[in-house]
């Protein structure tokens, strides 16, 4: 099999004709002439530059697989050009002729990434051998690209399906908590979504956007360590079974710290969102600028939503009345910047308004019906 063939040229696909490109850089002319006549015996496409600036204004117009360069030319000599390539034709392959048989020169050539070198006088088959190497190389660091690329895409596609089992395993556990407190049927949902919106009103990063969705989705896992008899009671809760109910943000923070490491910010929701802004909240007695922005955002998100949804013993609020409520709470309850994202997230209808406010029946809506 000849050299010609093992050498996929992938940047004269497109044309009709299929041999690959090889640029002769040299400032003697003659010595062009002969490297030409070498190269196009040996099946290339040559074309010729007589300095390495018309060697980069020869590549501009089409690019080459290999390039055989001369060091000692005017303006940019054979170094330089070869710098250039390697920045802006890495797929090239360069050889470099010298007249010195300067080893150092050498060494400075392969560092700068030259793929071989010849000195001149070179012998016929001493060219066609050190080209055909060099394509040899060229094409195996080709494919080698081309399956680092391949693996790259495969790990990313793997780390994406691993990802979204993750999520689906954390969303069983939010199911699992709906289906204990049938009346937060879509509340983690709703909230997730109110939160969203206050989070792109006052602009947050997308960093925090997306663990303010997933945060809110599972603020209130811990619930799922509260008795269903207090969970479900239809009235107001003693001050015990309050104390009880109120233990969910650091219940679901244990369980989820172990599994959301790289989401702090969702932790931060889980743990945090029954603070208050005065410093009144549980369960650290956080205040102001100490919560976590996330936590200030979900803890409107969910009062909104907590609000204006129905319970067995209680109709759901207005809009109108429950944003009313938040404006009276700003500065006491809640953080007064997200209030105002809120209401105007709200005014500008940035999220459906829930016709999910109807419960899901269960076997306990004939009560909520
Ligand atoms: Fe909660």
């Given at each position: 099999?000849?050299?010609?063939?093992?050498?996929?040229?992938?940047?004269?696909?497109?044309?009709?004709?299929?041999r690959?490109r090889?640029?002769?850089?040299?400032?003697?002319?003659?010595?062009r002439?002969v490297?030409?006549?070498?190269?196009?015996?040996?099946?290339?496409?040559?074309?010729?530059?007589?300095?390495?600036?018309?060697?980069?204004?020869?590549?501009?117009?089409?690019?080459?697989?290999?390039?055989?360069?001369?060091?000692?030319?005017?303006?940019?000599?054979?170094?330089?050009?070869?710098?250039?390539?390697?920045?802006?034709?890495?797929?090239?392959?360069?050889?470099?002729?010298?007249?010195?048989?300067d080893?150092?020169?050498?060494?400075?050539?392969?560092a700068?990434?030259?793929?071989?070198?010849?000195?001149?006088?070179?012998?016929?088959?001493?060219?066609?051998?050190?080209?055909g190497?060099?394509?040899?190389?060229?094409?195996?660091?080709?494919?080698?690209?081309?399956?680092?690329?391949?693996?790259?895409?495969?790990?990313?596609?793997?780390a994406?399906?691993?990802?979204?089992?993750?999520?689906?395993s954390?969303?069983?556990?939010a199911?699992?908590?709906?289906?204990?407190?049938?009346?937060?049927?879509?509340?983690?949902?709703?909230?997730?979504?109110?939160?969203?919106a206050?989070a792109?009103?006052?602009?947050?990063?997308?960093?925090?956007?997306?663990?303010?969705?997933?945060?809110s989705?599972?603020?209130?896992?811990?619930?799922?360590?509260?008795?269903?008899?207090?969970?479900?009671?239809?009235?107001?809760?003693?001050?015990?079974?309050?104390?009880?109910?109120?233990?969910?943000?650091?219940?679901?923070?244990r369980?989820?710290?172990?599994?959301?490491?790289?989401?702090?910010?969702?932790?931060?929701?889980?743990?945090?969102?029954?603070?208050?802004?005065?410093?009144?909240?549980?369960?650290?007695?956080?205040?102001?600028?100490?919560?976590?922005?996330?936590?200030?955002?979900?803890?409107v998100?969910?009062?909104?939503?907590?609000?204006?949804?129905?319970?067995?013993?209680?109709?759901?609020?207005?809009?109108?009345?429950?944003?009313?409520?938040?404006?009276?709470?700003?500065?006491?309850?809640?953080?007064?910047?997200?209030?105002?994202?809120?209401?105007?997230?709200?005014?500008?209808?940035?999220?459906?308004?829930?016709?999910?406010f109807?419960?899901?029946?269960?076997?306990?809506?004939?009560?909520?019906?």
């Amino acid at each position: 099999m000849s050299t010609i063939s093992l050498v996929r040229d992938t940047m004269s696909e497109s044309s009709a004709d299929t041999r690959p490109r090889c640029l002769i850089v040299d400032d003697e002319a003659p010595l062009r002439a002969v490297l030409r006549r070498i190269l196009e015996q040996q099946g290339f496409h040559c074309r010729d530059a007589a300095s390495g600036v018309d060697a980069v204004v020869a590549l501009e117009q089409e690019p080459a697989s290999l390039v055989l360069s001369d060091y000692h030319m005017p303006e940019m000599d054979g170094v330089e050009l070869l710098r250039t390539i390697r920045d802006r034709w890495p797929d090239t392959a360069v050889v470099m002729v010298t007249a010195v048989s300067d080893v150092e020169l050498a060494v400075q050539c392969l560092a700068n990434g030259a793929m071989d070198y010849v000195t001149k006088p070179f012998r016929v088959e001493e060219i066609r051998g050190r080209v055909g190497q060099a394509l040899e190389k060229r094409e195996l660091l080709l494919e080698n690209k081309t399956y680092r690329e391949n693996l790259e895409a495969r790990v990313q596609a793997q780390a994406r399906a691993y990802e979204e089992l993750f999520l689906a395993s954390l969303q069983s556990l939010a199911d699992a908590l709906e289906v204990k407190d049938p009346y937060t049927w879509g509340h983690s949902v709703r909230v997730g979504r109110y939160a969203m919106a206050i989070a792109i009103e006052l602009g947050l990063d997308e960093q925090h956007l997306v663990q303010i969705e997933l945060g809110s989705r599972l603020h209130d896992i811990g619930k799922i360590g509260v008795r269903e008899t207090v969970l479900n009671k239809d009235g107001p809760l003693t001050d015990e079974e309050y104390h009880h109910v109120m233990e969910h943000p650091v219940i679901g923070w244990r369980i989820l710290s172990p599994l959301l490491r790289d989401a702090p910010h969702a932790l931060s929701v889980v743990r945090s969102h029954h603070e208050r802004y005065d410093g009144r909240g549980a369960p650290d007695h956080l205040a102001g600028d100490n919560i976590p922005i996330e936590a200030r955002v979900a803890a409107v998100a969910d009062s909104f939503d907590a609000m204006t949804s129905g319970r067995p013993y209680r109709a759901g609020m207005a809009v109108d009345d429950a944003m009313a409520e938040l404006e009276r709470c700003a500065g006491s309850q809640f953080d007064p910047e997200c209030v105002q994202a809120f209401k105007r997230a709200l005014a500008a209808r940035a999220f459906p308004l829930p016709d999910s406010f109807v419960r899901r029946p269960t076997s306990r809506s004939a009560v909520a019906a």
